[in-house]
T-cell receptor, first 112, second 116 residues
Framework: ELKVEQNPLFLSMQEGKNYTIYCNYS?????LYWYRQDPGKSLESLFV???NGAVKQEGRLMASLDTKARLSTLHITAAVHDLSATYFC????????????WGAGTKLIIKP | ETGVTQTPRHLVMGMTNKKSLKCEQH?????MYWYKQSAKKPLELMFV???????ENNSVPSRFSPECPNSSHLFLHLHTLQPEDSALYLC???????????????FGPGTRLTVT
């Protein structure tokens, strides 16, 4: 079964702290995507990771991909309130005809 | 217009009404998707079109009827909906599996549907 699992599903943290969201997937793929969704809004693409060892950074967010471990991480450095959102990871698998299989999302709340 | 557009942005309809949602992509993509997002539920893929051909129908009730006249336009026709169909309906587009590169999906702003 093609599965993408995120953890935690909910995270409440203080401004200024660091934390990591994990995304595990069930079978071989070297393409993983991170999206952000603000309440009541659509999904916005954050990162596209297309190879083992890929690392991308944008501001206080950094995403990495380890295809051997079937694991991606989204690391938040010195969190600020504006990063409060729900973060989704998604993977495309050859067996899914390259449709994205989505994680359940991590709802992140950053308190001042 | 740029990116992916959806109309209407908000829709309230009765259970006996018929309405349609429209999606248009200006990105030159060949695959288009309808998703349903309900409160506290994961993103649900409803339909996939690749080069205008429907390639997926994930057990969606027949009261939802998609139409893809060309690679840039996608419609979702709605009739005799139920209150549990109230949700955010998202359209997305991407390169399809017959092309190279990533299959990053670009989303429209969504239609917030309320069925009364």
């Amino acid at each position: 079964e093609l599965k993408v699992e995120q953890n935690p599903l909910f995270l409440s943290m203080q401004e200024g702290k660091n934390y990591t969201i994990y995304c595990n997937y069930s079978t071989t793929s070297d393409r993983l995507y991170w999206y952000r969704q603000d309440p009541g809004k659509s999904l916005e693409s954050l990162f596209v990771l297309l190879s083992n060892g890929a690392v991308k950074q944008e501001g206080r967010l950094m995403a990495s991909l380890d295809t051997k471990a079937r694991l991606s991480t989204l690391h938040i450095t010195a969190a600020v309130h504006d990063l409060s959102a729900t973060y989704f990871c998604a993977v495309d698998f050859m067996d899914s005809n390259y449709q994205l299989i989505w994680g359940a999302g991590t709802k992140l709340i950053i308190k001042p | 217009e740029t990116g992916v557009t959806q109309t209407p942005r908000h829709l309230v309809m009765g259970m006996t009404n018929k309405k349609s949602l429209k999606c248009e992509q200006h990105l030159g993509h060949n695959a288009m998707y309808w998703y349903k997002q309900s409160a506290k539920k994961p993103l649900e893929l409803m339909f996939v079109y690749n080069f205008k051909e429907q390639t997926e129908n994930n057990s969606v009730p027949s009261r939802f009827s998609p139409e893809c006249p060309n690679s840039s336009h996608l419609f979702l026709h709605l009739h005799t909906l139920q209150p549990e169909d109230s949700a955010l309906y998202l359209c997305a587009s991407s390169q399809g599996p017959r092309t190279s590169g990533s299959y990053e999906q670009y989303f429209g702003p969504g239609t917030r549907l309320t069925v009364t």
